[in-house]
């Protein structure tokens, strides 16, 4: 009894030692904080060590753990909650019972979870977009696209365009008794990728984009043409999401080939015809200098990989890479930022890129937030942070939807 004792002593201080990384002094809950990124890691190491083995993919065990947090469409007295296909791609629909003498405000959400996991169904989106119809009396459609790597880019855009446009079609709306003129797209992480490039793709049909009054970016992944940004380097080893198991996901979305997120890592991933574009994404030019702390810009070295991958240049899969004309007649925009999260810089850039454009833009950074944070809204994985953010994104759509 003792050496088992002894043993398990010994396992719980090796595991700790592995997953454990200094918690930044002004993050709040620490304890909470420390907890949940070590269960991330621990996540992370068994899904590794279980891929290494041979018996299970890494994206395959990441999958199964979220799916077991899984919810079922269930009502209750404000909310009608049923779950059908726009074009085929599933959607759970959030009907406020409340009858209104007006049209109801509508708001389209996709769930992130870097393409190869999550689902509308998960605790903390149905939490979210249950409260979102709620608070606002509005319609709620959330997506549920296809994922990687079972399906690549742009299979996941594609299920996204499918059904907004369904969804934005005038006999839809009045069948939900939603006004035309308020509709906001809206997405976290991954999702956020997903609401930049469809906004942005719906600029190109007259009769669907004035429809869109609204876009909600929340922490998001808008390129990976530069794989060395500063929030890259500073936060490779971040709280619950680390730079390189986002490196494998992203890779992931394009191709099950293992050389690109090793190319990634050397930042010399994107092909020679690719040069013209970092212009778009350079953040020497982009960045506030309190985040580039003094650090170089270095131009990424081309043609290192030599597969051909064409999602790699494509603004569907990196929307921060599309051109001015297109950017400057983009909706009303919303975005948040993490200090400690490997995509911040991606929203900061696109921030300064809409402003200069003339777009109208809210921007509010939490020095004290990280990726993934509206994950934890619901006990018994709750922290303070995930309130604070969605009770700023509600606040905003309230105010301006």
């Known amino acids: 009894m003792g050496f088992k004792a002894f043993c398990f002593g010994l396992f719980c201080i090796l595991y700790v030692s592995y997953t454990y ?94 393409f190869c996991f999550g689902s509308f169904k998960q605790t903390s989106y149905d939490f979210l977009n249950r409260w979102t119809a709620n608070r606002l009396d509005a319609v709620v459609v959330a997506v549920d696209y296809r994922l990687a ?30 006004d035309p003129n308020r509709i906001c797209i809206s997405g976290d992480s991954s999702g956020g990728t997903l609401t930049a490039a469809i906004t942005q793709e719906m ?27 500063p929030s890259h380097l500073e ?35 994107m092909p020679l015809e690719s040069r013209h574009l970092f212009k778009f994404a350079n953040w020497s030019t982009l960045l506030p200098e309190k985040l580039k702390k003094n650090r ?17 240049m494509d603004i569907r899969a990196q929307p921060l890479l599309a051109n001015d004309s297109l950017l400057q007649i983009l909706p009303s925009t919303y975005v948040i930022t993490c200090q400690y999260d490997v995509v911040r810089d991606d929203g900061f850039m696109y921030v300064t890129r809409l402003r200069n454009l003339g777009v109208q833009v809210t921007h509010h950074h939490l020095e004290d937030g990280f990726h993934g944070a ?21 606040n905003w759509l309230d105010e301006n939807l």
């Open 374 to 394: 509206l994950s934890y809204m619901t006990f018994p994985f709750y922290l303070q942070l995930g309130f604070r953010i969605r009770d700023m994104y509600i």
């Open 149 to 178: 790597p079972h399906y690549h880019f742009p299979a996941q855009f594609e299920d996204g365009i499918a059904a907004v446009k369904y969804f934005l079609q005038d006999n839809i709306l009045k069948k939900y008794g939603v």
């Open 235 to 269: 936060n490779q080893h971040g709280i619950i999401l680390t730079w390189d198991i986002t490196i494998k996901f992203v890779s992931l979305y394009f191709t099950k080939d293992e050389e690109l997120p090793r190319a990634m890592k050397r930042n010399q991933h």
């Open 296 to 312: 170089i810009y270095t131009a990424s070295v081309l043609g290192g990989y030599n597969s051909s991958v064409p999602g790699l």
């Open 21 to 114: 990384q200094p918690i930044p002094g002004n993050i709040k809950e620490t304890w909470k904080v420390i907890a949940l990124d070590a269960s991330a890691k621990t996540c992370i190491l068994v899904a590794s060590f279980l891929e290494n083995i041979g018996f299970m993919r890494f994206e395959d065990f990441i999958s199964m753990i979220v799916t077991m947090d899984n919810t079922q469409p269930t009502s209750d007295e404000y909310i009608t909650v049923t779950e059908t296909t726009f074009n085929h791609v599933p959607v759970r629909l959030y009907l406020p019972k409340k009858k209104l003498e007006t049209p109801k405000r509508a708001v389209i959400y996709f769930h992130g979870g870097a």
């Open 203 to 229: 600029q190109n049909y007259p009769e669907i984009k004035s429809k869109i009054k609204m876009q909600a970016l929340l922490y998001p992944a808008l390129q990976i043409i530069d794989s060395h940004l």
